[in-house]
């Protein structure tokens, strides 16, 4: 199915994220089943219209399909098609005269750095010593690093230099870049690699982070890790997962003097302009110590 090809096109060949090319599939699956009638067996590209693509969208909004998902529906079938054109030679793309659906973009939710101190200070429970030692480093290096939940989990030790204290991380689309890290990451670092040793009963493992029993970790424990700690320390953020902790360390850094283009590269972010959002989070709390410590300000 043409469908099927794409998905394979997009993880094979454009490298996206699973959870991306899910995205796309579950939309273009949605619009296939809706302009067949039930029959997406019966696709037949090129003879949808702009207007279908229109109508489909209107239907969806009005089933309560939020803006952020309309446009990332848009965006799927625009995909879509631009593969049909490299791949079949088709000339029209009846979603690349669709108006993107507006949304505004929430500011990233951070962890205030005085709860930040106090959660990395604590020793949060864990069934062992092992998990202690190892929940609280997860903990520290999602903050000290702002590496992403999935490139935390797939770190190796090979990835690790003490020699540089630089950190090699494999970020989306198979890019690395390198890390730096100070003395309170690289002390815990080897406190748990020596935690390890004593536990797994091995000097190495196929990931840096493991279970007790040398089994890699898998996403939703992270997030656990991380949504405790957090819940247990009663921080003031909007959400409670890793990549809060990846905002936390971008806002800190530029509050603290980091340059945009630093922040940046540490990120892994491709574009400029996705860092930015970060200095918006930094003006709010400019704005909100003016307002609070001002004379003038509440006048």
């Known amino acids: 199915m043409l469908i099927e090809e794409f998905k394979a096109y997009l993880t094979n060949e454009l490298n996206l994220s699973a959870h991306t090319v899910r995205a796309y599939g579950t939309d273009l699956r949605d619009w296939a089943e809706w302009i067949t009638g039930g029959s997406p067996e019966n696709l037949q590209p090129e003879s949808v219209t702009t207007a279908d693509v229109r109508m489909w969208l209107a239907e969806q909004a009005r089933r309560g399909t939020g803006a952020r998902s309309l446009r990332r529906k848009t965006q799927s079938l625009r995909a879509f098609y631009k593969y049909l054109a490299n791949r079949q030679g088709m000339t029209a793309n ?80 198979n890019k690395e870049r390198m890390i730096p890290f100070g003395k309170e990451l690289s002390e815990a670092i080897k406190e748990y690699i020596e935690e390890r040793r004593r536990t797994v009963g091995t000097s190495r493992t196929e990931r840096f982070f493991v279970r007790e029993g040398g089994e890699p970790l898998y996403d939703k424990l992270i997030y656990n890790v991380v949504h405790k700690a957090m819940l247990e320390e009663g921080v003031h953020a909007t959400r409670l997962s890793p990549h809060v902790m990846r905002h936390s360390f971008a806002t800190d850094m530029l509050n603290n003097g980091a340059s945009l283009s630093a922040v940046q590269h540490l990120l892994g972010h491709e574009s400029l302009a996705t860092t930015q959002v970060y200095t918006h989070i930094t003006y709010r709390e400019l704005q909100q110590n003016y307002q609070h410590a001002h004379p003038r300000a509440k006048k």
């Open 94 to 173: 009846p979603a690349g005269e669709v108006t993107l659906a507006k949304t505004t973009r929430p500011l990233p939710s951070f962890v205030p750095p005085a709860e930040m101190e106090q959660m990395l200070e604590k020793n949060h429970d864990g069934r062992t010593r092992f998990e202690q030692v190892r929940n609280r480093l997860m903990l520290l290096m999602l903050y000290s690093t702002g590496m992403r939940r999935a490139e935390l989990r797939d770190l190796r030790d090979e990835d690790i230099n003490f020699n540089r204290s630089e950190l090699k991380v494999l970020g989306k689309r």
